[in-house]
């Protein structure tokens, strides 16, 4: 099986959205750059400097299926039932939504994170999984389900909003020296999580 890993990108003081819930200029490197990147399932390309371009190829091109909470698919009305990345969603919820797109590769798992991630995997095979920053991130680290971390530092402070590791309760966790790529407005850090 793949590992299961977290990507976001985050603001210098740990934040991946402001308290209304937007990005400001947390996304900006993904238009600044030369170099299109291209996803399976969104019509327009993001355009990001050479080294984020190999970064995300790179990083990309190994997920098999995304795990997010209810928030991000309202947020993002799921993307308009496209993944951005891999085959499959998996979408935490205490509460499905009614009628939404049948046809779309979105499952909602009722019964928690853990059985969200093991449903993901299945699909994923040696693919990874992807699991959202926020409050599924801090979940999935407290329960030991996590085994990288993908860290997009953008150059921006924002004082308050939604946390890249929620409100995170649980034992320390140590990580490896991250590899580092340096982009165009961004940082990005790539964290192996030490386990036992």
């Given amino acids: 099986m793949g590992k299961v890993v977290v990507q976001a990108t985050m603001s210098l003081d740990g934040f991946i959205a402001d308290p209304s819930d937007q990005v400001g200029p947390l996304f900006d490197w993904y238009g600044n750059g030369e170099v299109e990147v291209h996803t399976k399932?969104?019509?327009e390309p993001f355009r990001v400097s050479k080294a984020s371009a190999a970064y995300l190829g790179e990083a990309w091109s190994t997920?098999?299926?995304q795990v997010i909470g209810r928030r991000l698919f309202d947020i993002t009305d799921g993307w308009g039932g496209s993944p951005v990345v891999g085959d499959a969603v998996f979408v935490v919820t205490h509460e499905p939504p009614v009628g939404w797109r049948p046809d779309a590769p979105f499952?909602?798992?009722t019964d928690g994170l853990a059985s969200a991630v093991e449903q993901a995997r299945r699909v994923a095979g040696e693919r990874d999984v992807s699991v959202t920053g926020g409050d599924l991130c801090g979940q999935a680290l407290a329960a030991g389900l996590?085994?990288?971390l993908r860290v997009d530092l953008a150059p921006a402070v924002f004082g308050s909003g939604v946390r890249f590791f929620g409100?995170?309760?649980g034992p320390a966790v140590l990580l490896d020296d991250p590899k580092i790529v340096q982009g165009d407005r961004v940082t990005h850090l790539h964290y192996r999580v030490?386990?036992?």
């Fill in 41 to 43: 399932h969104l019509p």
């Fill in 63 to 65: 997920i098999g299926a």
């Fill in 107 to 109: 499952t909602f798992v």
């Fill in 146 to 148: 996590v085994d990288e």
């Fill in 167 to 169: 409100d995170f309760v």
């Fill in 194 to 196: 030490r386990k036992g």
